[in-house]
Protein backbone atom coordinates (compact mmCIF):
# COMPACT_ATOMS: atom_id res chain seq x y z
CA UNK A 1 0.00 0.00 0.00
CA UNK A 2 1.63 2.87 -1.26
CA UNK A 3 1.11 6.49 0.48
CA UNK A 4 1.84 9.60 -2.27
CA UNK A 5 2.34 12.76 -0.59
CA UNK A 6 2.54 16.44 -1.63
CA UNK A 7 2.74 19.05 0.58
CA UNK A 8 4.80 22.63 1.12
CA UNK A 9 4.00 25.06 -1.59
CA UNK A 10 0.06 25.14 -1.48
CA UNK A 11 -2.45 23.04 -2.27
CA UNK A 12 -0.79 19.58 -0.28
CA UNK A 13 -2.65 16.61 -1.55
CA UNK A 14 -2.75 12.52 -0.45
CA UNK A 15 -2.76 9.55 -2.78
CA UNK A 16 -3.71 5.73 -1.74
CA UNK A 17 -2.90 3.21 -4.36
CA UNK A 18 -2.99 -0.83 -3.59
CA UNK A 19 -0.38 -3.48 -4.77
CA UNK A 20 -2.83 -4.02 -7.62
CA UNK A 21 -2.62 -0.31 -8.82
CA UNK A 22 -5.87 0.56 -7.65
CA UNK A 23 -6.11 4.18 -6.81
CA UNK A 24 -7.98 3.93 -3.25
CA UNK A 25 -8.23 8.02 -2.42
CA UNK A 26 -6.96 10.94 -3.99
CA UNK A 27 -7.54 14.30 -2.03
CA UNK A 28 -6.86 18.15 -0.95
CA UNK A 29 -5.72 18.95 2.12
CA UNK A 30 -7.86 22.22 1.86
CA UNK A 31 -11.13 20.43 1.60
CA UNK A 32 -10.02 19.40 5.28
CA UNK A 33 -8.26 22.27 6.99
CA UNK A 34 -11.36 24.51 5.06
CA UNK A 35 -8.09 26.57 4.23
CA UNK A 36 -8.01 27.46 0.15
CA UNK A 37 -4.63 26.13 -1.53
CA UNK A 38 -3.76 25.06 1.96
CA UNK A 39 0.10 24.54 1.53
CA UNK A 40 0.04 22.03 4.37
CA UNK A 41 -0.86 18.03 5.24
CA UNK A 42 -3.24 17.96 7.93
CA UNK A 43 -4.58 14.54 10.48
CA UNK A 44 -7.85 14.79 8.87
CA UNK A 45 -6.36 13.99 5.25
CA UNK A 46 -4.32 11.52 6.36
CA UNK A 47 -6.80 9.90 8.51
CA UNK A 48 -9.61 9.72 5.35
CA UNK A 49 -6.48 8.11 3.18
CA UNK A 50 -5.63 5.72 5.65
CA UNK A 51 -9.07 4.45 6.17
CA UNK A 52 -8.53 3.08 2.70
CA UNK A 53 -5.38 1.10 3.60
CA UNK A 54 -2.04 1.23 5.63
CA UNK A 55 0.74 2.58 3.86
CA UNK A 56 3.41 0.07 3.73
CA UNK A 57 6.23 3.01 1.68
CA UNK A 58 5.39 6.79 1.27
CA UNK A 59 6.19 8.29 -2.10
CA UNK A 60 7.15 11.88 -1.60
CA UNK A 61 6.49 14.01 -4.83
CA UNK A 62 9.71 16.17 -4.85
CA UNK A 63 13.79 15.41 -3.96
CA UNK A 64 13.74 18.37 -1.51
CA UNK A 65 17.53 18.54 -1.28
CA UNK A 66 17.34 19.98 -4.70
CA UNK A 67 14.99 21.92 -4.24
CA UNK A 68 16.87 23.90 -1.60
CA UNK A 69 19.67 24.61 -3.85
CA UNK A 70 17.35 26.28 -6.29
CA UNK A 71 15.85 28.45 -3.11
CA UNK A 72 19.47 28.99 -1.66
CA UNK A 73 19.68 30.27 -5.67
CA UNK A 74 16.52 32.84 -5.42
CA UNK A 75 17.43 33.98 -2.30
CA UNK A 76 15.06 32.15 -0.43
CA UNK A 77 17.39 31.30 2.65
CA UNK A 78 14.88 30.80 5.11
CA UNK A 79 12.56 28.29 3.24
CA UNK A 80 15.94 26.59 2.23
CA UNK A 81 17.41 26.31 5.90
CA UNK A 82 13.97 24.91 7.46
CA UNK A 83 14.29 21.31 8.22
CA UNK A 84 11.12 20.90 10.35
CA UNK A 85 9.69 20.92 6.16
CA UNK A 86 11.67 17.78 5.47
CA UNK A 87 9.65 14.80 4.33
CA UNK A 88 11.31 13.01 7.07
CA UNK A 89 10.11 15.49 9.66
CA UNK A 90 6.68 16.31 8.33
CA UNK A 91 5.99 12.60 7.78
CA UNK A 92 7.05 11.99 11.76
CA UNK A 93 5.16 15.12 12.76
CA UNK A 94 1.96 12.68 11.20
CA UNK A 95 3.12 9.40 12.96
CA UNK A 96 3.73 8.10 9.13
CA UNK A 97 6.07 5.41 9.84
CA UNK A 98 6.86 3.83 6.69
CA UNK A 99 10.01 3.99 4.55
CA UNK A 100 10.07 7.24 2.62
CA UNK A 101 10.88 7.52 -1.23
CA UNK A 102 11.55 10.56 -2.58
CA UNK A 103 11.56 11.22 -6.64
CA UNK A 104 11.56 14.22 -8.71
CA UNK A 105 9.42 16.80 -9.37
CA UNK A 106 8.84 16.94 -13.18
CA UNK A 107 9.44 13.23 -12.69
CA UNK A 108 5.99 13.03 -10.69
CA UNK A 109 3.56 15.23 -12.82
CA UNK A 110 4.85 13.12 -15.89
CA UNK A 111 3.60 10.14 -13.79
CA UNK A 112 0.72 11.73 -12.72
CA UNK A 113 -0.29 11.83 -16.43
CA UNK A 114 1.37 8.91 -17.78
CA UNK A 115 0.16 6.07 -15.77
CA UNK A 116 -3.24 7.47 -16.15
CA UNK A 117 -3.60 8.09 -19.17
CA UNK A 118 -4.97 5.44 -22.27
CA UNK A 119 -1.92 5.77 -23.87
CA UNK A 120 0.87 2.96 -23.78
CA UNK A 121 3.94 5.38 -25.63
CA UNK A 122 3.64 9.05 -25.84
CA UNK A 123 5.30 12.21 -25.37
CA UNK A 124 5.09 13.97 -21.99
CA UNK A 125 4.87 17.51 -21.76
CA UNK A 126 5.34 19.41 -17.76
CA UNK A 127 4.93 22.77 -17.67
CA UNK A 128 4.82 25.11 -14.11
CA UNK A 129 5.93 27.62 -12.27
CA UNK A 130 8.65 26.45 -9.94
CA UNK A 131 9.51 23.25 -8.28
CA UNK A 132 13.15 22.31 -8.13
CA UNK A 133 15.06 23.58 -11.16
CA UNK A 134 12.64 22.80 -13.99
CA UNK A 135 10.27 24.30 -15.51
CA UNK A 136 9.56 22.84 -18.63
CA UNK A 137 10.04 19.33 -19.31
CA UNK A 138 9.58 16.95 -22.56
CA UNK A 139 9.39 13.11 -22.21
CA UNK A 140 9.40 10.07 -24.10
CA UNK A 141 7.16 7.45 -22.15
CA UNK A 142 6.43 4.18 -22.69
CA UNK A 143 6.05 0.95 -20.67
CA UNK A 144 8.95 -2.28 -21.04
CA UNK A 145 7.87 -5.58 -21.72
CA UNK A 146 7.25 -6.27 -17.93
CA UNK A 147 4.92 -3.25 -18.14
CA UNK A 148 7.25 -0.98 -16.28
CA UNK A 149 6.65 2.91 -17.07
CA UNK A 150 9.72 4.10 -18.44
CA UNK A 151 10.92 7.88 -18.34
CA UNK A 152 13.59 9.36 -20.71
CA UNK A 153 13.79 13.27 -20.19
CA UNK A 154 14.75 14.44 -23.70
CA UNK A 155 14.82 18.73 -23.25
CA UNK A 156 14.24 20.99 -20.49
CA UNK A 157 14.48 24.42 -19.40
CA UNK A 158 15.39 25.33 -15.99
CA UNK A 159 14.32 27.99 -13.33
CA UNK A 160 14.11 31.09 -13.69
CA UNK A 161 13.23 31.12 -16.98
CA UNK A 162 9.68 29.70 -16.71
CA UNK A 163 6.08 29.39 -18.62
CA UNK A 164 4.17 29.67 -15.09
CA UNK A 165 6.08 32.33 -13.54
CA UNK A 166 5.61 34.19 -16.13
CA UNK A 167 2.33 34.00 -16.00
CA UNK A 168 2.14 34.52 -12.04
CA UNK A 169 4.06 37.27 -12.94
CA UNK A 170 1.72 39.30 -14.69
CA UNK A 171 -1.30 37.69 -12.75
CA UNK A 172 0.16 40.63 -9.94
CA UNK A 173 0.71 42.98 -12.32
CA UNK A 174 -2.69 43.56 -12.94
CA UNK A 175 -3.60 43.28 -9.56
CA UNK A 176 -4.63 39.33 -9.03
CA UNK A 177 -3.15 36.71 -6.50
CA UNK A 178 0.10 35.27 -8.54
CA UNK A 179 -0.39 31.19 -7.93
CA UNK A 180 -3.87 31.46 -7.06
CA UNK A 181 -5.81 33.90 -9.59
CA UNK A 182 -4.57 32.85 -12.85
CA UNK A 183 -7.60 31.62 -14.03
CA UNK A 184 -8.85 35.03 -13.46
CA UNK A 185 -5.93 36.27 -15.51
CA UNK A 186 -7.06 33.57 -18.37
CA UNK A 187 -11.01 34.91 -17.93
CA UNK A 188 -10.13 38.11 -18.52
CA UNK A 189 -8.58 37.82 -21.69
CA UNK A 190 -11.41 37.69 -23.33
CA UNK A 191 -12.04 40.62 -22.67
CA UNK A 192 -8.85 42.11 -24.24
CA UNK A 193 -8.57 44.84 -26.90
CA UNK A 194 -5.56 45.85 -28.40
CA UNK A 195 -5.06 42.42 -28.98
CA UNK A 196 -1.49 43.03 -31.37
CA UNK A 197 0.18 45.39 -29.57
CA UNK A 198 -0.76 43.37 -25.70
CA UNK A 199 0.77 40.58 -27.59
CA UNK A 200 4.04 42.53 -28.69
CA UNK A 201 4.61 43.95 -25.41
CA UNK A 202 4.34 40.81 -23.50
CA UNK A 203 6.31 38.99 -26.04
CA UNK A 204 9.46 41.21 -25.25
CA UNK A 205 9.29 39.60 -21.52
CA UNK A 206 10.94 36.96 -23.48
CA UNK A 207 14.74 36.81 -24.98
CA UNK A 208 14.00 33.43 -27.16
CA UNK A 209 10.57 32.11 -26.90
CA UNK A 210 11.33 29.22 -29.00
CA UNK A 211 13.51 27.69 -25.82
CA UNK A 212 11.61 29.29 -23.05
CA UNK A 213 13.95 31.90 -22.25
CA UNK A 214 13.13 34.94 -20.39
CA UNK A 215 14.62 38.68 -20.56
CA UNK A 216 15.01 38.74 -16.24
CA UNK A 217 14.24 36.71 -13.47
CA UNK A 218 10.23 37.48 -12.82
CA UNK A 219 10.11 35.53 -10.11
CA UNK A 220 9.48 38.67 -7.87
CA UNK A 221 7.02 40.33 -10.61
CA UNK A 222 7.08 42.58 -13.61
CA UNK A 223 8.62 46.02 -13.52
CA UNK A 224 6.27 48.31 -12.64
CA UNK A 225 7.12 50.62 -15.77
CA UNK A 226 6.92 47.94 -18.42
CA UNK A 227 3.49 48.64 -19.79
CA UNK A 228 3.13 52.11 -19.06
CA UNK A 229 3.10 54.05 -22.03
CA UNK A 230 1.68 51.73 -23.74
CA UNK A 231 -2.12 52.43 -23.74
CA UNK A 232 -2.82 48.96 -22.66
CA UNK A 233 -5.48 48.09 -19.54
CA UNK A 234 -5.20 45.04 -17.51
CA UNK A 235 -7.44 43.41 -19.77
CA UNK A 236 -5.66 44.27 -22.82
CA UNK A 237 -2.46 42.89 -20.85
CA UNK A 238 -4.40 39.68 -20.08
CA UNK A 239 -4.74 39.08 -23.25
CA UNK A 240 -1.76 39.23 -24.75
CA UNK A 241 0.04 37.21 -21.96
CA UNK A 242 -2.94 34.47 -23.08
CA UNK A 243 -1.82 34.66 -26.62
CA UNK A 244 1.65 34.34 -25.31
CA UNK A 245 1.66 31.52 -23.37
CA UNK A 246 -0.61 29.70 -25.97
CA UNK A 247 2.20 30.55 -28.64
CA UNK A 248 5.03 29.13 -26.13
CA UNK A 249 3.00 25.87 -25.97
CA UNK A 250 2.18 24.91 -29.56
CA UNK A 251 5.87 25.87 -30.43
CA UNK A 252 6.92 23.29 -27.92
CA UNK A 253 4.16 20.45 -29.31
CA UNK A 254 5.02 20.95 -32.61
CA UNK A 255 9.02 21.00 -32.04
CA UNK A 256 8.48 17.47 -29.51
CA UNK A 257 5.46 15.76 -30.51
CA UNK A 258 4.41 14.93 -33.96
CA UNK A 259 1.22 15.30 -35.35
CA UNK A 260 0.54 11.15 -35.14
CA UNK A 261 1.89 10.81 -31.73
CA UNK A 262 -0.20 11.41 -28.33
CA UNK A 263 0.70 13.62 -26.00
CA UNK A 264 -0.31 14.07 -22.13
CA UNK A 265 0.24 17.67 -20.73
CA UNK A 266 1.01 18.12 -16.80
CA UNK A 267 2.06 20.81 -14.88
CA UNK A 268 0.18 23.99 -13.44
CA UNK A 269 0.17 25.05 -17.22
CA UNK A 270 -1.73 22.12 -17.79
CA UNK A 271 -4.96 24.02 -15.80
CA UNK A 272 -5.25 27.07 -18.95
CA UNK A 273 -8.35 25.46 -20.64
CA UNK A 274 -7.99 28.06 -23.31
CA UNK A 275 -4.70 27.00 -24.25
CA UNK A 276 -5.31 23.21 -23.96
CA UNK A 277 -7.84 23.37 -26.34
CA UNK A 278 -5.85 24.74 -29.35
CA UNK A 279 -2.49 21.99 -28.13
CA UNK A 280 -4.98 19.27 -29.22
CA UNK A 281 -4.91 19.83 -33.16
CA UNK A 282 -1.42 19.86 -32.93
CA UNK A 283 -0.64 15.93 -31.26
CA UNK A 284 -2.72 12.54 -32.26
CA UNK A 285 -4.44 12.45 -28.96
CA UNK A 286 -4.32 14.65 -25.65
CA UNK A 287 -4.41 13.49 -22.15
CA UNK A 288 -4.14 15.61 -19.01
CA UNK A 289 -4.64 13.93 -15.64
CA UNK A 290 -7.66 16.64 -14.42
CA UNK A 291 -5.03 17.48 -11.24
CA UNK A 292 -2.23 18.14 -13.36
CA UNK A 293 -1.00 20.60 -10.86
CA UNK A 294 1.31 19.79 -7.86
CA UNK A 295 -1.56 18.28 -5.59
CA UNK A 296 -2.29 15.69 -8.63
CA UNK A 297 1.84 15.14 -8.05
CA UNK A 298 0.77 12.86 -4.61
CA UNK A 299 -0.64 10.94 -7.39
CA UNK A 300 2.64 10.83 -9.58
CA UNK A 301 5.05 9.76 -6.87
CA UNK A 302 2.77 7.14 -5.74
CA UNK A 303 2.39 6.22 -9.23
CA UNK A 304 6.34 6.13 -9.64
CA UNK A 305 6.65 3.86 -6.76
CA UNK A 306 3.74 1.63 -8.04
CA UNK A 307 5.47 1.12 -11.42
CA UNK A 308 3.17 0.71 -13.44
CA UNK A 309 -0.56 1.60 -15.43
CA UNK A 310 -2.81 2.75 -12.62
CA UNK A 311 -6.08 1.83 -12.95
CA UNK A 312 -8.24 5.08 -13.74
CA UNK A 313 -11.88 5.02 -13.06
CA UNK A 314 -12.14 8.47 -12.88
CA UNK A 315 -11.39 11.83 -10.46
CA UNK A 316 -14.19 10.65 -7.94
CA UNK A 317 -11.43 9.87 -5.54
CA UNK A 318 -12.02 12.34 -2.37
CA UNK A 319 -13.89 12.38 0.81
CA UNK A 320 -16.86 9.66 0.71
CA UNK A 321 -19.94 10.96 1.78
CA UNK A 322 -21.70 7.93 0.87
CA UNK A 323 -25.07 8.41 -0.37
CA UNK A 324 -26.56 7.77 -3.11
CA UNK A 325 -27.18 10.61 -5.91
CA UNK A 326 -30.49 12.54 -4.97
CA UNK A 327 -31.72 12.46 -8.72
CA UNK A 328 -35.17 13.13 -8.49
CA UNK A 329 -34.76 15.90 -5.06
CA UNK A 330 -32.30 17.50 -7.66
CA UNK A 331 -34.65 17.38 -10.40
CA UNK A 332 -37.51 19.17 -8.12
CA UNK A 333 -35.58 21.81 -7.18
CA UNK A 334 -34.17 22.94 -10.62
CA UNK A 335 -37.52 22.99 -12.05
CA UNK A 336 -38.97 24.77 -9.16
CA UNK A 337 -35.91 27.04 -7.49
CA UNK A 338 -33.47 26.92 -10.92
CA UNK A 339 -30.67 26.70 -8.38
CA UNK A 340 -29.39 23.57 -6.33
CA UNK A 341 -26.44 22.22 -4.35
CA UNK A 342 -25.28 18.83 -4.67
CA UNK A 343 -22.95 17.17 -2.49
CA UNK A 344 -22.90 13.39 -2.26
CA UNK A 345 -20.19 10.20 -2.66
CA UNK A 346 -17.16 10.99 -3.34
CA UNK A 347 -15.45 14.76 -3.28
CA UNK A 348 -13.51 15.29 -6.77
CA UNK A 349 -9.83 14.99 -6.90
CA UNK A 350 -9.11 18.29 -8.39
CA UNK A 351 -10.31 21.53 -8.76
CA UNK A 352 -12.90 21.46 -11.30
CA UNK A 353 -16.30 20.48 -9.67
CA UNK A 354 -17.73 17.80 -11.64
CA UNK A 355 -21.10 16.41 -10.40
CA UNK A 356 -20.61 15.37 -6.75
CA UNK A 357 -19.86 18.96 -4.89
CA UNK A 358 -21.23 21.09 -7.31
CA UNK A 359 -23.95 24.00 -7.60
CA UNK A 360 -25.99 23.41 -10.73
CA UNK A 361 -28.80 25.91 -12.27
CA UNK A 362 -31.11 25.83 -15.21
CA UNK A 363 -28.83 27.13 -17.58
CA UNK A 364 -31.48 28.56 -19.98
CA UNK A 365 -32.21 32.87 -19.54
CA UNK A 366 -31.26 35.91 -19.50
CA UNK A 367 -30.77 35.91 -15.73
CA UNK A 368 -29.16 32.66 -14.05
CA UNK A 369 -26.13 33.99 -14.36
CA UNK A 370 -26.67 37.11 -12.16
CA UNK A 371 -28.43 34.68 -9.41
CA UNK A 372 -26.10 32.39 -9.39
CA UNK A 373 -23.11 34.94 -8.80
CA UNK A 374 -25.07 36.60 -6.18
CA UNK A 375 -23.97 33.60 -4.67
CA UNK A 376 -20.40 32.98 -6.04
CA UNK A 377 -20.11 36.37 -5.34
CA UNK A 378 -17.24 36.51 -8.24
CA UNK A 379 -16.61 38.71 -10.99
CA UNK A 380 -19.85 39.48 -12.96
CA UNK A 381 -17.23 38.82 -16.47
CA UNK A 382 -16.95 35.00 -15.31
CA UNK A 383 -19.02 32.89 -17.36
CA UNK A 384 -20.24 29.62 -15.60
CA UNK A 385 -19.45 26.36 -16.87
CA UNK A 386 -21.90 24.00 -18.88
CA UNK A 387 -22.45 19.85 -18.20
CA UNK A 388 -24.34 18.57 -21.30
CA UNK A 389 -24.97 14.75 -22.24
CA UNK A 390 -22.10 14.12 -24.21
CA UNK A 391 -24.53 12.58 -27.34
CA UNK A 392 -25.81 16.31 -27.48
CA UNK A 393 -22.32 18.16 -27.47
CA UNK A 394 -21.98 19.00 -30.89
CA UNK A 395 -25.99 20.39 -30.95
CA UNK A 396 -24.51 23.43 -29.30
CA UNK A 397 -20.73 23.29 -29.05
CA UNK A 398 -18.37 23.16 -31.86
CA UNK A 399 -17.46 19.85 -30.71
CA UNK A 400 -17.30 16.95 -33.39
CA UNK A 401 -16.25 13.70 -31.80
CA UNK A 402 -14.14 15.24 -29.22
CA UNK A 403 -15.50 14.85 -25.36
CA UNK A 404 -14.17 16.98 -22.47
CA UNK A 405 -15.20 14.72 -19.14
CA UNK A 406 -12.75 16.76 -17.10
CA UNK A 407 -13.65 20.67 -18.01
CA UNK A 408 -9.80 20.98 -19.78
CA UNK A 409 -10.31 22.60 -22.92
CA UNK A 410 -13.11 25.39 -24.15
CA UNK A 411 -15.34 25.31 -27.46
CA UNK A 412 -17.31 28.19 -29.55
CA UNK A 413 -21.21 27.13 -28.01
CA UNK A 414 -23.35 27.41 -31.12
CA UNK A 415 -26.44 29.07 -29.60
CA UNK A 416 -25.25 31.73 -27.14
CA UNK A 417 -28.37 33.65 -27.21
CA UNK A 418 -29.77 30.70 -25.78
CA UNK A 419 -27.35 30.09 -22.46
CA UNK A 420 -25.60 33.19 -21.69
CA UNK A 421 -25.19 31.94 -18.49
CA UNK A 422 -22.52 29.59 -19.86
CA UNK A 423 -20.85 31.75 -22.60
CA UNK A 424 -17.66 33.73 -22.46
CA UNK A 425 -16.80 36.86 -24.44
CA UNK A 426 -15.36 35.03 -26.98
CA UNK A 427 -18.82 33.15 -26.96
CA UNK A 428 -16.63 30.06 -25.69
CA UNK A 429 -17.58 27.56 -23.03
CA UNK A 430 -16.09 25.48 -20.68
CA UNK A 431 -17.74 22.31 -21.54
CA UNK A 432 -18.15 19.15 -19.47
CA UNK A 433 -19.70 16.16 -21.79
CA UNK A 434 -21.00 13.06 -19.88
CA UNK A 435 -20.96 10.11 -21.24
CA UNK A 436 -22.38 6.63 -20.32
CA UNK A 437 -18.99 5.63 -18.80
CA UNK A 438 -18.59 8.81 -16.58
CA UNK A 439 -20.48 9.25 -13.28
CA UNK A 440 -23.56 7.45 -13.50
CA UNK A 441 -25.58 9.79 -11.09
CA UNK A 442 -24.52 12.58 -12.88
CA UNK A 443 -25.19 11.11 -16.06
CA UNK A 444 -28.58 10.06 -14.90
CA UNK A 445 -29.64 13.51 -13.40
CA UNK A 446 -28.80 14.94 -17.48
CA UNK A 447 -30.80 12.28 -19.25
CA UNK A 448 -33.57 12.92 -16.67
CA UNK A 449 -33.33 16.82 -17.36
CA UNK A 450 -33.42 16.23 -20.84
CA UNK A 451 -36.87 14.63 -20.95
CA UNK A 452 -38.18 16.92 -19.13
CA UNK A 453 -37.05 20.29 -20.65
CA UNK A 454 -35.77 18.80 -23.66
CA UNK A 455 -32.43 20.57 -22.73
CA UNK A 456 -29.59 18.46 -22.38
CA UNK A 457 -27.63 20.90 -20.21
CA UNK A 458 -27.40 22.28 -16.71
CA UNK A 459 -25.06 25.01 -15.15
CA UNK A 460 -22.19 23.28 -13.00
CA UNK A 461 -19.81 25.61 -10.70
CA UNK A 462 -17.94 24.55 -7.49
CA UNK A 463 -20.27 24.43 -4.29
CA UNK A 464 -18.43 26.54 -2.45
CA UNK A 465 -18.29 29.44 0.27
CA UNK A 466 -16.93 32.63 -1.25
CA UNK A 467 -13.21 31.89 -0.46
CA UNK A 468 -13.10 28.72 1.22
CA UNK A 469 -12.48 25.48 -0.72
CA UNK A 470 -15.12 23.34 -2.49
CA UNK A 471 -17.54 21.77 0.36
CA UNK A 472 -16.03 18.36 1.38
CA UNK A 473 -18.56 16.86 4.12
CA UNK A 474 -22.24 17.57 5.31
CA UNK A 475 -21.05 19.92 7.75
CA UNK A 476 -19.89 22.38 4.90
CA UNK A 477 -22.67 21.70 3.28
CA UNK A 478 -25.45 22.86 5.89
CA UNK A 479 -22.78 26.25 6.72
CA UNK A 480 -23.94 26.99 3.04
CA UNK A 481 -27.33 26.55 2.81
CA UNK A 482 -27.50 28.52 5.90
CA UNK A 483 -25.42 31.28 4.44
CA UNK A 484 -27.13 31.47 0.88
CA UNK A 485 -30.47 29.74 1.50
CA UNK A 486 -30.00 27.11 -0.98
CA UNK A 487 -30.64 23.50 -0.74
CA UNK A 488 -27.59 20.97 -0.84
CA UNK A 489 -29.22 17.04 -1.72
CA UNK A 490 -27.16 14.40 -0.77
FE1 LIG B 1 4.93 21.59 -10.25
Known amino acids: MILGLSAGFHDA ?24 NDANLNAALLEDACSYGVPTSVA ?39 PITSYGHHRCHAAAGFQTSPFERCKVLVVDAIGEWDTVSVWDAWYDDDGYAQYKKIWSQRYPHSIGLYYSAVTHYVGLK ?24 NLKLW ?20 FSGTGLNEYDIAAGAQKVVEKLLIQLVQRWCGYDENLVFMGGVALNCVAN ?21 SLGAAALQYGKKLNWQGPYLGHDMGNEYPIDELLGE ?14 EFGPRALGTRS ?28 MVLEEHASRYFDMHREIN ?30 GRNDHPGVRELLEKWYVLTDCPILLNTSLNIKGEPMVNNRADADRFEQRYGIKVCS
Request: aromatic share 10%.
Open 207 to 226: SDDRNIKLVDNLHTGIDEEW
Open 60 to 98: WYENHWRKRTRQIYSGEWRKALDFSTTPQALCSKHNLRA
Open 178 to 201: PMEDEYILMGMAAYGKGYLTAYEE
Open 334 to 347: LQTNKIVGVATGRA
Open 359 to 386: LLADPRGNDIKDKVNEIKRRQKFRPFAP
Open 277 to 297: SQMRFYCNDLWIMPNPGDCGS
Open 405 to 434: PYMQGTYKCLAPELFPAIVHADNTSRVQTV
Open 13 to 36: GATLVNNDGDILFAGHAERYSGIK
